[in-house]
């Protein structure tokens, strides 16, 4: 031991501290041992047992965008949920309401038995039955309606049994149900979300939305959008938004009226006048085009437009006028326009910003075009076409209904291919439908449409409704007024096929049940084969005949068996397994792209329009005289440089910026900015918008502790100027009333929002979706006892849920795309009045039923139309006759 | 009412002559029923076949203990009254908001949590398998904890009846095993909340005996100090925070 050198500790720290010091000593360690997070998931342990946890990969719906998902189930329930790596899109990632979605399997006030009315509607009295039971009175009420409609044959009887959804991600299965029932009245609820997005798109390049190549882009203008928080495809969006501003050193610059977590985090943010983004944008089109940056040789070749048009079409959009109307300055528009068309490649992004207006659909075209003239489209890092991939039908398909739905597709708005939905009780108020069996699928109207005091009154009101099911497994305000809920389970409990256009590597994914449905209860698809089977029990009406499948599980494995790629992997087996498919490659540990086996990035596909007609495809083929390829009587592609490609989804396959569509019925078949009643307000007056937040959807998840403990109030936004100048504090009682009614909430006052706007986000206010959403668990204490449970107990340390703003909303609609106008309803904000109490909702029916009448006026046949569209070169003596559509949308 | 119970310090040797064990005997069956009653009272709704027994043969007895239903319950024909009551069952002991009856919710605050584990083990261990005969049901239900408390106490009884008294004695201990562990730290509390809440005198009435008839069975062998413990446990419910709204900026950030 004499020998043995001896040192101090504090030798030892002088050695330590010499080697963290040296640059070549920083790699040295263990590479044996890694810490677990460095795996990047895809394996679990309990931390009290050690044991595995079993992997269950499946797709998330706590919202819409579907990211891919591994349960980790442990003695049969589901104790953690993380990203799937396999998912080429959401690249192992959830999303905070991801993470929280198996508090849903859970939720104490989930409805896990059917339930039969027995009060008055709304009373909340109720009396348990079976699915059995709940399925047979169904099939009775379906039944009876196509008794009816056989009797007198009149199959226009069947369109009185109605499906209104919210999300429907069966992956056509409730299709399948209403046509096998032989009804076309289906509404869902995009004239609420993006519809006139959809119709500002699809007739300009097929699909409705864009796939922007954020990661590869160099500049990006974001137009209305809080991708980084919770615009379509968040997750996957911003992730790749990220990766092209960080990463890449893309420059972003952000329109929004609110400083939203994506303006704060853009190189440049700008607020402009709501609904003025169209100006912005056409002023944009106006100098690249007249500044001679635009890309000839795309819009030669790939839009049915010419430059000389284009120019003279953007004469009047100059940055000048783009300031008048919008506040953003003309010199900052010339820059960025310049910018854009001179940065390659480059993209815009748009969502609910620009198109929730009235003419919402002219705003998103205008956006749109910016892309096409500088020659960006499917370009890497550009503004790309959504890839997805579709799976077959099981046959034998139902044929549509015989005879179409004036409800799903009101003759008023022939271009708004997305429903209508706001407008179906109006309608069905003033006699022009009628319905027998009004089925309600995740949807929650009473709450999340605007005037949603009318939905409550209509839904509560037996003699337009006569009977009301709802499928939702929770108490939300809509539910609460049905006759019969026969509750779906969660989707961590049931099977749907998936392809959601997320990224730009398509793929297929599933959902599958993570663990067996808690308590006996029934997913959704097997009450549809139950109901069927009830209403045609013999098959005697030919309807059995489109449900004949003994499991759920067969009816998947019909989706996947014989898709060709897939079906050689395993079909049905290999996506319970992976969840998703194909596997592209996997997560690089350093760059988070995807890789190959050599670490190579997996490219996506590009210029998906320039790809070759296939020769089969060509025989028979005729090509006319503007270079569009026929083929029995439909257009397959378009002559390029004496090429056959197969171009875009529009009649000509080219980019139709010029949309004789729109036209048709006397709405400008070019992008304008039209402005808007809103942008005519009193100077005492504010624009009311409303917002989503990163931690909740619009309505489905204020019950879940996690995100309600995160996010619970919405106080509205307000400028301070505009808050001083109605001696309004940050925190006061505040009055924001509408034309209908008034709310009492609270004022937040920040520099964040535009002067001329008061902001108020949704997800809050609930007066119904359990004790949570509600905070009842406070107001009712021994009638909603937890009991010892101490997270809900004591650590729900807030007594504010918040206000809910929809019942001042007003109904105004654009007439194009049909789209719910949820930006232009202006309002005064002033101190709250003697009496006012916090929470207070105020609203009227009677002034919804005017707006309702208010809004037609805008449709194509109404007055306002005409007026505001004088330019437009038709016949306006001769426009098309108002018709039903065939079939419905 | 009260059910008199041997202490469970009471030995096989102890118990000695006929005359105790019938006594014993005759004691745990009664028990046995009244169990077995509560439990069918409160596991599912009521049908002819239970409102027939309660208002016919069960009406002198129950009213001999003081468990008076009044003369609408006793009048009202029995397919509404039959209705009523599901409408209240299920709005009491069912529906979203309600005064959810499985000890996972109380515990956890989540449905089909370790608790129901804990039960399900216990009906097993004893012999048992539980069955859902509708959906959203769980091993963990009040009524089925009562129900199978009955079960053991019907197999006690039996035992006796036969002078297994080392049997008799297992299955004793199980059972208050089983209500010490599983049923005493939240029954009795949740039964006096659900009787606040129930609208319905038929459901208040049995609630109010079910607790008085748990507090009864665990004051048999458990002793004062433990029993505080358990009084105070039964007590808990949501705490009122004393939180100022206004304290935080309103943003809600």
């Given at each position: 031991m004499s020998d043995s050198l001896k040192y101090t500790r504090r030798d030892f720290m002088k050695i330590g501290g010499a080697m963290g010091a040296a640059a070549g000593a920083?790699?040295?360690?263990?590479?044996r041992l890694v810490a677990m997070e460095n795996e990047l998931g895809g394996t679990d342990f309990s931390p009290t047992t050690g044991a595995e946890r079993q992997a269950v990969p499946y797709t998330c719906l706590a919202c819409n965008i579907e990211d891919g998902g591994v349960a980790y189930v442990e003695n049969g329930r589901i104790v953690k949920l993380e990203g799937n790596m396999d998912h080429p899109n959401t690249r192992g990632k959830l999303c905070a309401k991801g993470n929280s979605g198996f508090l849903h399997v859970y939720d104490p006030d989930r409805i896990m038995t059917p339930l039969l009315r027995t009060g008055k509607r709304g009373e909340g009295k109720w009396k348990r039955i079976s699915y059995d039971e709940a399925t047979t009175l169904l099939a009775q009420k379906l039944r009876e309606v196509i008794d009816r409609a056989n009797t007198d044959q009149r199959p226009e009887i069947l369109n009185e049994i109605v499906f209104k959804w919210g999300r429907d991600r069966s992956g056509g299965a409730v299709g399948r149900f209403m046509h096998a029932l032989g009804s076309n009245a289906m509404l869902n609820h995009t004239n609420i979300c993006e519809s006139s997005k959809k119709v500002g798109l699809e007739p300009s390049w097929g699909p409705d939305i864009e796939s922007c190549d954020w990661a590869n882009t160099k500049y990006i203008l974001n137009f209305g959008s809080n991708v980084l928080e919770t615009a379509y495809f968040m997750n996957p969006n911003s992730q790749r938004l990220v990766d092209g501003v960080v990463g890449n050193k893309a420059k972003l610059v952000s329109f929004d009226v609110r400083m939203s977590n994506t303006s704060g985090f853009a190189d440049e943010a700008y607020f402009p006048y709501p609904g003025t983004d169209a100006a912005i944008a056409l002023a944009i089109c106006h100098v690249i085009m007249n500044e001679d940056l635009y890309d000839a040789d795309f819009i030669r070749d790939w839009t049915n437009v010419t430059a000389e048009q284009l120019i003279e079409h953007l004469k009047p959009y100059t940055p000048e006028y783009a300031e008048d109307e919008s506040g953003v300055p003309a010199k900052d528009i010339r820059r960025i326009a310049r910018e854009f068309a001179t940065t390659k490649p480059a993209t815009t992004f748009s969502y609910r910003g620009p198109c929730k207006h009235v003419w919402g659909a002219y705003q998103e075209a205008a956006i749109h075009m910016i892309n096409v003239i500088t020659g960006n489209v499917e370009k890497k890092g550009g503004y790309c076409l959504p890839r997805g991939m579709g799976w077959p039908q099981p046959e034998p398909v139902p044929p549509k209904g015989k005879t179409a739905s004036v409800i799903a597709a009101p003759p008023l708005y022939p271009l708004a291919s997305h429903h209508v939905s706001t407008h179906a009780p109006y309608m069905i108020m003033k006699g022009e439908a009628k319905v027998s069996v009004w089925m309600s699928y995740y949807d929650n109207p009473v709450y999340t449409y605007p005037s949603s005091h009318v939905w409550k009154d209509f839904l509560t009101d037996e003699n337009l409704v006569p009977f009301l099911v709802s499928f939702s497994p929770y108490m939300s305000e809509t539910t609460e007024q049905a006759d019969l809920i026969i509750p779906d389970v969660t989707y961590l409990e049931r099977h749907d096929p998936e392809s959601m256009p997320s990224g730009l590597y398509p793929c297929l994914s599933i959902r599958q049940p993570v663990i067996k449905p808690l308590g006996g209860t029934q997913e959704f698809r097997q009450t549809l084969i139950d109901v069927i089977r009830k209403v045609d029990p013999d098959g005697s009406l030919g309807i059995k005949q489109y449900f004949a499948f003994d499991t759920v599980e067969d009816w998947m494995k019909a989706h996947f068996d014989n898709i060709p790629g897939l079906k050689e992997d395993g079909g049905w087996n290999f996506m319970k397994k992976k969840g998703v498919w194909p596997i592209y490659g996997e997560v690089d540990k350093e760059t988070a792209k995807i890789v190959d086996k050599n670490g190579n990035e997996v490219d996506p596909d590009y210029g998906l329009y320039t790809k070759e007609v296939s020769a089969s495809d060509m025989e028979g083929a005729e090509v006319t005289a503007d270079g569009t390829i026929m083929k029995d009587g439909h257009a397959i592609g378009v002559q390029v440089d004496g090429r056959n490609r197969v171009g875009f989804g529009t009649p000509s396959r080219r980019?139709?910026?010029?949309k004789e569509s729109y036209r048709k019925y006397g709405f400008n078949p070019l992008p304008v900015y039209k402005r808007l009643p809103s942008r005519d307000k009193q100077p005492n007056e504010l624009v009311l918008t409303t917002y989503k937040v990163n931690v909740h959807t619009q309505s489905r998840t204020a019950s879940l502790k996690y995100l309600a403990e995160l996010y619970h109030k919405n106080p509205a936004w307000i400028n301070p100027k505009t808050a001083a100048a109605r001696g309004i504090r940050d925190g006061e009682l505040i009055r924001v009333a509408s034309k209908l009614g008034h709310i009492v909430t609270r004022a937040h006052v920040t520099e964040g929002i535009h002067p001329e706007v008061v902001a108020i986000s949704t997800a809050c206010g609930h007066s119904a979706y359990g004790r949570l959403a509600q905070l009842k668990q406070r107001e009712k204490a021994a009638e909603y006892a937890q009991g010892g449970e101490a997270d809900i107990d004591n650590n729900v340390w807030w007594n504010d849920k918040g206000v809910h703003p929809n019942p001042i909303i007003r109904l105004a609609v654009d007439p194009i795309g049909g789209s719910q106008g949820w930006f232009d309803t202006v309002v005064t904000v002033s101190k709250a009045q003697p009496g006012d109490n916090y929470g207070d909702v105020v609203s009227s029916i009677e002034e919804s039923v005017n707006d309702y009448e208010e809004t037609l006026r805008y449709a194509y046949t109404g007055d306002l139309h005409r007026a505001n569209h004088k330019e437009v070169d038709i016949d306006w003596d001769n426009l098309p006759e108002p018709e039903l559509h065939a079939s419905g949308h | 009412m009260r059910i008199e119970m041997l202490n469970t310090s009471t030995s096989r040797e102890e118990m000695g002559s006929q005359t105790d064990i019938s006594e014993r005997m005759a004691e745990t069956d009664a028990l046995a029923h009244l169990y077995r009653f509560v439990a069918r009272v409160l596991e599912e709704e009521a049908d002819d076949t239970l409102l027939d027994l309660i208002r016919g043969e069960l009406r002198g007895p129950l009213e001999a203990l003081g468990l008076h239903f009044d003369e609408e319950f006793h009048n009202t024909p029995l397919e509404a009254l039959r209705e009523t009551l599901a409408e209240e069952y299920t709005c009491l002991f069912v529906a979203p908001g309600c005064i959810s009856p499985y000890a996972s919710v109380f515990e956890t605050g989540c449905m089909f949590k370790e608790p129901a584990d804990r039960a399900i083990e216990a009906y097993r261990a004893a012999g048992w398998d539980y069955h859902r005969r509708m959906s959203g049901e769980f091993p963990d239900h009040i009524g089925t904890m009562l129900g199978f408390c009955g079960l053991l106490a019907e197999a006690e009884a039996d035992a006796l009846a036969i002078t297994e008294l080392e049997r008799s004695d297992e299955l004793r201990d199980r059972r208050e095993r089983f209500l010490l562990d599983q049923l005493g730290s939240w029954g009795p509390g949740w039964c006096q909340r659900a009787a606040e809440a129930a609208m319905h005198p038929f459901y208040k009435t049995v609630l109010s005996l079910t607790e008085s008839l748990l507090w009864s069975e665990l004051s048999q062998f458990v002793d004062r100090r433990r029993l505080r413990d358990l009084a105070e446990l039964n007590r808990r419910e949501p705490k009122r925070l004393d939180y100022d709204a206004d304290f935080r900026k309103a943003s809600g950030l």
């Open positions: 920083a790699g040295l360690a263990s590479r980019i139709e910026l010029y | -």
